[in-house]
């Protein structure tokens, strides 16, 4: 079975930092575009950031550029979030996501991590 389960969320203060990683099985890791996406109550789902199957390129929302990193381990099956500067407006439920469309179309989700940011 397919699986993507995320961890590393909580409560941080603003300026604080947080690792979020997501862990998965059951399909081939290596050959998926790994992304974060993350949604908050009433919003719309945005995507946060995005790393190619082999790590080389990565794509970050304006909103985070600077801020976050993502990267993946392939010999482990894991993508990670690193968030730094953390701010309110990036509280949100995290959700990892696993997306291949040659040679055939996929698109796997996790449950989902909440990161919350407050004083």
């Known amino acids: 079975q397919v699986q993507l389960v995320e961890s590393g969320g909580g409560l941080v203060q603003p300026g604080g930092s947080l690792r979020l990683s997501c862990t998965t099985s059951g399909f081939t890791f290596s050959s998926f575009l790994m992304s974060w996406y993350r949604q908050a109550p009433g919003k719309e789902r945005e995507l946060v950031a995005s790393?190619?199957?082999?790590?080389?390129?990565?794509n970050f929302a304006d909103s985070v550029k600077g801020r976050f990193t993502i990267s993946r381990d392939n010999a482990k099956n894991t993508v990670f979030l690193q968030m730094n500067s953390l701010k309110p407006d990036d509280t949100a439920v995290y959700l990892c996501?696993?997306?291949?469309?040659?040679?055939?179309?996929?698109?796997?989700w996790g449950q989902g991590t909440q990161v919350t940011v407050s004083s």
């Open positions: 790393i190619t199957p082999a790590g080389r390129y990565t």
């Open positions: 996501n696993a997306n291949q469309n040659v040679p055939r179309k996929y698109d796997y």
